[in-house]
């Protein structure tokens, strides 16, 4: 309602003066602004009765463009028309959508799966006709079965970590999966919860693969075999399902007995490590002893090996030898007994004290030095002794 439109509400301060025939009003004059008159004050504001028109011009052509103001009569069709465009253009702009990098975009038409779109700027059909859904794949997602931090003590945490080794003994085993979206419309519409999928998969995986194994290996060395083996099982599981996840890696935390068995279990481990070791002892020495046997059984047959082929030489030269002696004494008899004889006592006298006397002209007794026959300190063969006889006094002539 217009600030001067009292003609049926007067309000509190009564009617406003009216013309001769009581509709007509007149406006009152404007007042000028405080402070002077002019155009020097600046610039003029519009005072009531002039806003009251500028909204009244408003309503009327908002009137008539819906077939309101001066008469009666419904809305026109330019603007129904315009209305109906400008909606319908919001709509159509509403199917265009942009793909991260990361990110792969699956498109349903009303419901149905139709296509996958790659990174970029792509459009589909406006809502409700086609919808979009993004799926990242290429961000590794982690899942941690047994608890981690705070909630290690869980009991819910506590019993999906407990499992029972092929040689029927308890291990708490926590382990992480690290998995990542191999399809994306696989992933969506596969399974109706893919990270449940994962987690119930590789739960299940793990036992089984723990159940198969003795519970040594999982404690020291065979973690990375059961590993490999528990990712194997769980994308074989998966890709059955068409879950669309690929499983990159399987880790295990830990791999510890139940806490209320630790201590009897630290007992058992140190009587292995203790028989390990006395084993390991035991072996060295064997090693060592055995090696020494055998190298002491190469060098005795060595040895005999080396004695008998000098052994056999030595026949065999001694053999060749007789030979040829025997065909010199057919030939000549004295001479070859004469050099045998003379060979033999060289033999015979070669480290013993010799002295040699010239029997020519000796008729006197021999009188030798009296270290002659002592004992050499040294083999060396002994310089001849010459000894001189006396000389012999000529017999007188008788006469």
């Known amino acids: 309602m217009p600030w001067n439109d009292n003609a049926n509400n007067p309000g509190p301060w009564g009617s406003p003066p009216s013309g001769d025939d009581g509709n007509e009003r007149k406006d009152p004059p ?36 819906f077939g309101g103001g001066g008469g009666a009569g419904g809305v026109q069709p330019g603007a129904i028309a315009a209305i109906a465009a400008v909606g319908f253009a919001l709509w159509a702009a509403s199917g265009f959508y942009k793909v991260q990098p990361n990110e792969e975009a699956v498109v349903t038409t009303f419901g149905a799966y139709s296509r996958n779109e790659a990174p970029g700027l792509h459009y589909h059909l406006p809502t409700p006709i086609e919808h979009v859904e993004k799926v990242a794949v290429t961000t590794l997602n982690r899942l941690d079965i047994g608890g981690t931090g705070a909630v290690d003590g869980d009991a819910e945490a506590s ?76 994308q074989k599981t998966l890709d059955g399902w068409g879950a669309g996840v690929s499983v990159v890696e399987v880790q295990i935390r830990s791999a510890n007995p139940p806490s209320e068995v630790v201590a009897a279990f630290r007992d058992v481990t140190n009587a292995q490590q203790d028989r390990d070791s006395a084993v390991n002892e035991a072996n060295s020495y064997k090693n060592r002893v055995v090696t020494e046997a055998k190298g002491e059984a190469a060098r005795i047959t060595q040895s005999a090996e080396g004695y ?20 010199e004494y057919k030939r000549a008899p004295q001479a070859t007994r004469d050099r045998l004889y003379i060979e033999t006592m060289e033999r015979v006298l070669k480290n013993s004290n010799k002295v040699v006397i010239s029997g020519k002209g000796v008729t006197a007794p021999v009188i030798l030095p009296p270290d002659v026959f002592r004992p050499r300190s040294t083999p060396a063969q002994p310089a001849p002794v010459q000894v001189q006889a006396a000389p012999v006094q000529p017999k007188a002539d008788p006469q």
């Open 159 to 234: 019993k999906e970590s407990l499992m029972l080794t092929s040689d029927e003994n308890i291990i708490d085993v926590k382990f992480s999966v690290t998995w990542r979206v191999a399809d994306a419309s696989r992933f969506l519409f596969g399974t109706r919860s893919p990270e449940e999928a994962v987690k119930a998969v590789a739960e299940s995986a793990m036992r089984e693969v723990v159940g198969k194994t003795p519970l040594d290996p999982i404690l020291n060395t065979g973690r990375g075999k059961v590993q490999l083996q528990a990712a194997e099982l769980m």
């Open 30 to 65: 404007p007042r000028r602004p405080p402070g002077g008159g002019g155009g020097g004050g600046g610039p003029r504001r519009p005072t009531g009765p002039e806003l009251n028109a500028g909204l009244e011009r408003l309503r009327q052509r908002i009137g008539g463009l």
């Open 308 to 327: 008998r082929q000098e052994s056999v030489r030595t026949a065999t030269g001694d053999a060749a030898r007789f030979n040829s002696i025997y065909g």
